[in-house]
């Protein structure tokens, strides 16, 4: 009898522990505004069946040679702050949304950050300092909010892979702040090539990969597209045995959206409501599934949800579009 009763615990135990396994990062990448926030701005993203928001705090240089940071200075918008991450994070915790805390770099005119490089050893030094200020900013205060993720960069490869001991270095200092779950947003064609996965706890990835150059691939032309980079993802993954989560996602609702699906600047192109939501079935049969997969969070989510997307919008927020009501089902199906 005792030992029935041990067996019935043990299997109590464990289904716990596979339901906790399987439970996904089902995430939204909600982008900072002017304003604080309130539940009728939560409201949409728990009907979308999110239980992760990534916030976004921002730091700005002039140049790709720039050394000097600016962030949490006035002149910018109250939700890219700390004032306004601490704001935010504790609204959405209030309704039971988890926290990825992910602080981003900005390049007037919108210049790729990967390319950031400077020109001199003292510049380097400048950038790795004002670095430093910026994200142990943001450490301490993913700290304070017991945030559950904390995002250490996004998309630096230059930096990251000309400067491997700062990185380094720097992954302990944040280690010593913050007792989270850490991460690294890796571009989609960089993280094979980041020298500290082992010191994180998740494979980061930009997933931008290049799927399929039809106008409007059907979903099995764009699984067909995800297979060789599917198994170089899991190649890395075996190697480090860490899990993936895509830190960011997503499709444009626009003709052609499998090419490249990294650009955000053309603002021309015909509208494609079916490309972008076979793109994300396409993602989700693929990967939601996998046991080494922990998640993702979609590109992007603004909160002025009455006035933001439909259906004649070809950029890449699922917001008032059909991709909203299949990403409702598809995050709903792994909670």
């Known amino acids: 009898m005792k030992i029935n009763k041990l067996l019935f615990l043990l299997l109590i135990v464990c289904q716990i522990s596979c339901n906790s396994q399987q439970k996904k990062i089902n995430g939204i990448s909600f982008v900072a505004s002017r304003d604080s926030i ?6 949409p993203i728990l009907k979308a069946q999110g239980n992760y928001v990534a916030l976004m705090p921002f730091g700005f240089i002039s140049d790709v040679s720039s050394a000097k940071i600016t962030f949490n200075s006035k002149r910018q918008w109250f ?7 601490l704001q935010y994070a504790k609204k959405f915790q209030k309704e039971g949304v988890e926290i990825m805390v992910k602080p981003q770099i900005w390049i007037h005119k919108g210049l790729y950050t990967g390319l950031i490089e400077m020109d001199s050893e003292e510049d380097w030094t400048i950038l790795e300092q004002t670095y430093t200020k910026f994200i142990l900013t943001y450490a301490k205060a993913a700290q304070a909010l017991k945030a559950n993720i904390f995002c250490i960069g996004t998309e630096l490869e230059n930096f990251v892979t000309k400067r491997p001991k700062y990185w380094q270095n720097l992954i302990v200092k944040i280690k010593q702040i913050y007792k989270g779950k850490l991460t690294y947003a890796a571009n989609w064609d960089e993280y094979k090539r980041i020298p500290f996965w082992a010191d994180l706890d998740y494979i980061g990835i930009d997933a931008y990969f290049p799927l399929s150059d039809k106008k409007t691939p059907t979903i099995k032309e764009f699984e067909l597209g995800w297979q060789p980079h599917k198994k170089e993802i899991l190649q890395i993954q075996k190697q480090l045995n860490k899990p993936v989560l ?13 090419k490249e699906p990294w650009k955000s600047d053309r603002v021309a192109g015909n509208v494609n409501l079916e490309a972008q939501v076979n793109g994300l079935k396409a993602i989700h049969n693929q990967f ?7 998640g993702g969070f979609i590109w992007k989510w603004f909160h002025n949800y009455e006035n933001v997307g439909g259906e004649s919008n070809n950029r890449f927020t699922p917001q008032n579009k059909p991709a909203e009501f299949v990403l409702r089902e598809l995050y709903k199906q792994k909670q």
Request: glycine content about 12%; proline content about 0%; aromatic content about 22%.
């Open 79 to 85: 939700g890219e702050t700390k004032k306004g991450l």
């Open 246 to 258: 895509f830190t960011e996602f997503g499709y444009r609702s626009i003709d052609f959206t499998g």
């Open 38 to 43: 309130s539940n009728k701005h939560i409201t």
């Open 288 to 294: 939601w599934k996998e046991d080494w997969f922990a």
